[in-house]
């Protein structure tokens, strides 16, 4: 039914003329759009519903017409006595209610409601004698995605499995019109995925995973095969489970997906490049021991098969970052010297392949940090600073280049000189790694996006304190840095802690005028 407006609410007599005649020019003017929207409803020019509610017109008046035009299909009318032109309405209406602009859905289950109304409404006008009311599998595809989208978790899902396997009883008893296709089982997989709710909502997922494949190898359903596309929303909730087998089963769903495709003949259900980098993405995520040799030897594996032909298992950008993401326990927490080379090479396979016209492996500002961090962490490797200024370079080199999606940025910077200022031997050797750490320093300052923060500031002041031997000349730079971090307003309790290791008391006290770092003052 049409809302009731507010001047309808009022209690009248009739006494108050400008308020009868304000309703009456809005019932007017509703009941002109709708029935000049109605004349537009004829086979031809369907989409005009569409179009009207996908229009810049008020919510509530959109959500008007709708409702007008499907209680004049469900209420107004018995079963039977629909027009042609009503029975053709009706699926563009199943469809722009479950299709609605996120402004038209009051509530999903409300939605979900009317879509299945006007979808029983049909069945009921075909039961009654209309022979012109055929309800096809897009009508119940309609119904399944408004309950699929509708917020309802479970007892959504629960509904779109019913409708599925009423559509599918009802194809194997004859009727060919209403047979479920590949959108009708993806959408029953998705809504399982979104029931939140529901422990063993996964499990569901996959038993109509399971089915739907056994329906179609059985030939019970030739628009039953399954596709890539159904093993992705599966893979994406086990990545995001949290769960410990979570690696293990999603690696086993890949295993099957390659077994439909080489033994069963299923060409369509084979893994793409997204369902290894899920797979790998469950690896990083289960922090197992054996987590990062399990990785490479996934990618390894996409590329051997790339090479021999197979483009849809093709590494990408998103594959070596996974890679090299693998590598950062080793480094960080195992102190594994070879983790920064081996993070390198993979790096630098990725350079080689965009180098050779493959636009997918652009390399990204959070491939080149974590490199270059690796290599600030590998102290015990002769000359990791200088490794790590090399790695910067090369993305100074391919940013300027034109790989705007590798740009340079303050963290890049502030690693290598992290690298310099950690660096143990002789005083040949921090000599250079101080002259390093002092050119990188004053090359971040020249760029607005690379300008040094309150921890660059801080490594600064260490690698005066480790690495310049002379006190005169640590005094000059530490008064220099001190000023110009203070002009920033970046001098943090790091960096002045770190200030105190490499000046003497009396220019502590010289520069600070005896204050503590809680006294100073704020735009320092």
């Not at 309703?23 to 029935?35: D, E, F, G, I």
């Not at 079963?79 to 009051?106: C, D, I, N």
């Not at 999606?405 to 660096?423: E, F, K, L, N």
């Amino acid at each position: 039914m049409i809302p009731r407006t507010k001047s309808q609410h009022r209690n009248g007599n009739g006494n108050d003329s400008g308020i009868s005649r304000q309703s009456s020019s809005r019932s007017r003017a509703l009941h002109l759009v709708v029935a000049t929207s109605l004349a537009l409803l004829d086979p031809i020019r369907l989409h005009h519903v569409q179009a009207y509610i996908t229009s810049g017109l008020p919510a509530h008046t959109h959500r008007a017409f709708l409702r007008k035009l499907t209680d004049d299909i469900i209420c107004n009318t018995d079963p039977g006595t629909l027009t042609a032109q009503e029975v053709s309405s009706a699926p563009m209406l199943m469809s722009a209610w479950a299709t609605a602009p996120e402004k038209l859905r009051k509530t999903g289950k409300e939605r979900a409601i009317a879509v299945e109304g006007l979808l029983k409404r049909m069945i009921d006008e075909r039961r009654a004698g209309n022979r012109d009311a055929i309800v096809r599998t897009e009508d119940y595809n309609a119904v399944m995605k408004s309950w699929a989208m509708s917020g309802e978790k479970s007892a959504a899902a629960i509904r779109v499995e019913q409708i599925l396997m009423n559509m599918q009883d009802m194809y194997a008893s004859g009727d060919e019109n209403v047979q479920p296709n590949l959108e009708s089982f993806q959408t029953a997989i998705e809504a399982w995925t979104r029931a939140t709710d529901e422990p063993n909502a996964l499990a569901r997922a996959q038993q109509i995973l399971n089915w739907m494949t056994k329906i179609y190898l059985s030939s019970a359903n030739d628009l039953a095969m399954p596709h890539t596309s159904c093993f992705h929303p599966i893979l994406k909730c086990w990545a995001t489970s949290g769960k410990l087998e979570a690696p293990i089963v999603s690696e086993h769903l890949l295993m099957w997906m390659q077994h439909l495709q080489m033994k069963e003949g299923v060409h369509s259900a084979g893994p793409d490049t997204t369902c290894f980098n899920i797979v790998m993405s469950n690896w990083l995520k289960s922090r197992d021991l054996t987590a990062e040799k399990r990785i490479r030897q996934i990618y390894e594996y996409m590329d051997k098969c790339n090479r021999l032909g197979a483009t849809d298992m093709k590494p990408d950008a998103s594959t070596y970052n996974i890679v090299i993401s693998s590598i950062a326990p080793a480094v960080k927490k195992y102190y594994d010297m070879g983790g920064a080379r081996r993070a390198d090479k993979i790096l630098a396979r990725l350079e080689s392949g965009y180098f050779a016209g493959d636009e997918e492996l652009k390399p990204d500002t959070i491939t080149y940090n974590q490199v270059i961090d690796y290599w600030a962490k590998t102290q015990s490797v002769r000359g990791h600073f200088l490794k790590a200024r090399e790695v910067l370079d090369r993305q100074i080199e391919m940013y300027e280049s034109g790989v705007r999606t590798c740009r340079p940025d303050v963290t890049g910077y502030t690693s290598v000189i992290a690298a310099c200022a950690s660096t143990p031997g002789s005083k040949l050797d921090k000599r250079r790694s101080f002259d390093l750490a002092h050119a990188t320093f004053m090359e971040s300052c020249k760029m607005k996006y690379t300008q040094p923060n309150s921890i660059t500031y801080g490594l600064m002041f260490k690698a005066v304190s480790r690495l310049l031997p002379k006190k005169e000349e640590r005094h000059r730079y530490v008064r220099t840095l001190f000023g110009l971090c203070c002009d920033d307003g970046l001098l943090g309790e790091m960096a002045f802690n770190r200030m105190k290791d490499a000046v003497t008391k009396d220019l502590l006290y010289e520069l600070t005028n005896g204050r503590s770092y809680a006294e100073f003052p704020d735009e320092w």
